[in-house]
């Protein structure tokens, strides 16, 4: 149950990651904020917690707080040991494989999606997406682009 979606609230498009549901309740990580999102009874409510293990159980704390508050914390990306801060990252790909990639580019976050080849501009809504491809490409303004070559360099490009 790991497919992201939309949920509108307030007017927005806030991107989110099913954990559980049940008719009454549904429980929704969002990456942007690293918390969860309870929707109960037509009421979204925002909170800290803890998901253990690949997803299977989730720890989630009882004090509420504001969307807006946790959207404001910055998403930082380890990639090969250099720190990246950006909601997304495209990675030009000089001649790593894409097993070292996976291995040794992720978040500070609980979840995190990998596209090979893909188009950036398909994922701009989204959060913690890393995006790699073999050409450079322009990207939206939610990602940052990062230049890997062979001896697994990093570039930060502006």
Same mark, same amino acid.
């Given at each position: 149950m790991d497919e992201p979606l939309f949920i509108n609230y307030l007017g927005k498009r806030i991107f989110v990651v099913p954990i559980a549901g049940s008719r009454e309740k549904s429980i929704f990580y969002y990456p942007k904020g690293d918390a969860f999102i309870l929707l109960q009874g037509g009421t979204l409510s925002v909170r800290e917690g803890e998901i253990i293990g690949n997803g299977s159980a989730v720890l989630i704390a009882e004090e509420e707080m504001s969307l807006q508050? %946790?959207?404001k914390r910055a998403v930082t990306w380890n990639v090969f040991g250099t720190e990246v801060e950006g909601d997304n990252l495209f990675i030009v790909n000089?001649?790593?494989s894409?097993?070292?990639?996976w291995d040794n580019v992720y978040p500070n976050r609980a979840k995190s999606?990998?596209?090979n080849d893909g188009d950036p501009k398909e994922y701009g809504e989204w959060c913690c997406v890393v995006v790699i491809g073999k050409k450079d490409r322009e %990207?939206?303004?939610s990602f940052k682009k990062v230049r890997i070559n062979r001896e697994k360099t990093v570039e930060v490009c502006e």
């Open positions: 508050e %946790v959207s000089e001649g790593v894409y097993e070292d990639i999606f990998v596209i %990207v939206p303004a």
